[in-house]
């Protein structure tokens, strides 16, 4: 089953049985795991603001990494703080910051980017934190690169 997605070859190849059988065929099953999926995303990301939060920032750069002191990363993700983002889920100051990107580094990495461990600078040894892209590892991502034809070693 090489379409399957990564850690997902059992309830893939049930699933893609149990649509034929119904009458359906193998590409609805594929179609309705891909819509469960992007929601599954969308609700973590809910969950974690500083996260979508991070990504806009990244996005908005232009550049592939932004580095910067974890006090002035704290006030510049204000701006990008999602509508209706509790305040439960976000940062009430630079150090829970920190805790809260700790949290979240395998969804920040699912999204294609990642954020450094903090490192000292400077004579005064502020701490900065470095964001930079990576490979996303979302499973439609892989999937569909699969796919569309990029080998699987690539994918997976």
């Known amino acids: 089953v090489s379409d399957c997605p990564a850690g997902m070859m059992d309830y893939y190849r049930i699933g893609r049985v149990a649509a034929t059988v119904m009458g359906k ?9 891909q819509a469960c999926l992007q929601r599954r995303f969308e609700l973590e990301l809910h969950e974690y603001p500083v996260v979508a939060a991070i990504r806009d920032l990244l996005a908005s750069s232009g550049q ?3 580095e910067m002191p974890v006090g002035q990363l704290f006030e510049a ?5 999602p509508e209706g983002a509790a305040d439960g889920d976000w940062p009430r100051n630079p150090r829970h910051l ?4 700790n949290e979240s580094t395998s969804l920040m990495e699912a999204y294609g980017f990642r954020v450094g ?5 400077g004579k005064s040894s502020v701490y900065y ?3 930079e892209k990576c ?9 569909e690169a699969m796919r569309h034809g990029a080998p699987k070693s690539v994918c997976f």
């Open 25 to 33: 065929g193998e590409q609805a099953f594929d179609e309705q795991l």
């Open 117 to 121: 461990a903090p490192v000292r600078k």
């Open 64 to 66: 592939d990494s932004v």
């Open 77 to 81: 993700l204000e701006a990008y703080r």
């Open 98 to 101: 920190g805790a809260k990107l």
């Open 129 to 131: 934190r470095k964001i």
């Open 135 to 143: 490979a996303a590892q979302l499973y439609q991502t892989k999937w």
